[in-house]
């Protein structure tokens, strides 16, 4: 199955109209009119609710070959999870939302509070998620904007990360690229890397030591960049 999500170049219909999602900065999406080209700015907390209210809906993408759809439109950002990878993301999502209710640093508090989801929801089973566990939830679901799919588990996806890389690690560089070199300013990719360094730095510092992210090199930015369609 796939899953239908807000991402780059995802065509939704927002409100009736027509639109191509280009970036998310500060906790919105540029999305381009595909009517009349016109870009506007609409905060991701409106595209949740219009998620649950029925005014955001999701066209298919069209293969660029045979013209053909590659997924059905669907009505929901999650319509296409399994039940499994549904409730596994959504509790998931309880932690992390909680995690950022408090300082998340490893200690006592925090301890605390994942007791109190887990006592409340009683999932996983046998008890809460560690702290480097719910450390690594938290960074992907900020690097996609908050999206839930992205705490959904994807075991044996075709579109696997890049071998010897971190998975967030990877989530932030994609995010950053987005954000910062996608941009209307157009910066450097040498500005980019440096973004991404200053990201992962202050990532680090909400984590124990043996769990801290590895910076990218350079060249490893690069490469995510030539991927770009």
């Not at 998975?167 to 990719?189: G, K, M, N, Q």
């Amino acid at each position: 199955m796939t899953t239908a999500t807000l991402s780059r170049n995802a065509l939704i219909q927002w409100k009736g109209v027509d639109y191509r999602l280009l970036r998310y900065i500060d906790d919105r999406w540029q999305m381009e009119r595909r009517d009349s080209g016109r870009i506007v700015e609409t905060p991701i907390k409106e595209l949740h609710e219009g998620y649950v209210s029925g005014d955001l809906k999701f066209h298919p993408s069209i293969d660029k070959k045979t013209g053909a759809p590659t997924r059905r439109p669907t009505q929901g950002i999650v319509a296409y999870l399994t039940p499994h990878q549904l409730v596994t993301a959504r509790m998931r999502l309880a932690y992390v939302e909680a995690s950022m209710k408090i300082q998340f640093t490893k200690g006592d508090k925090v301890d605390q509070t994942m007791a109190e989801v887990w006592e409340a929801i009683g999932q996983p089973a046998d008890r809460p998620p560690p702290f480097g566990t719910i450390a690594r939830w938290r960074t992907r679901w900020l690097a996609s904007g908050r999206d839930v799919v992205s705490l959904a588990p994807h075991n044996g996806r075709p579109n696997r990360e890049p071998a010897g890389i971190d998975p967030d690690v990877v989530a932030i560089c994609r995010a950053v690229i987005d954000e910062v070199y996608l941009s209307l300013e157009r910066p450097t990719v040498r500005d980019t890397w440096n973004e991404i360094r200053a990201r992962i730095l202050i990532e680090n510092r909400q984590r124990p030591e043996k769990i801290h992210l590895r910076e990218p090199s350079e060249y490893c930015v690069r490469r995510f960049i030539k991927e770009i369609p």
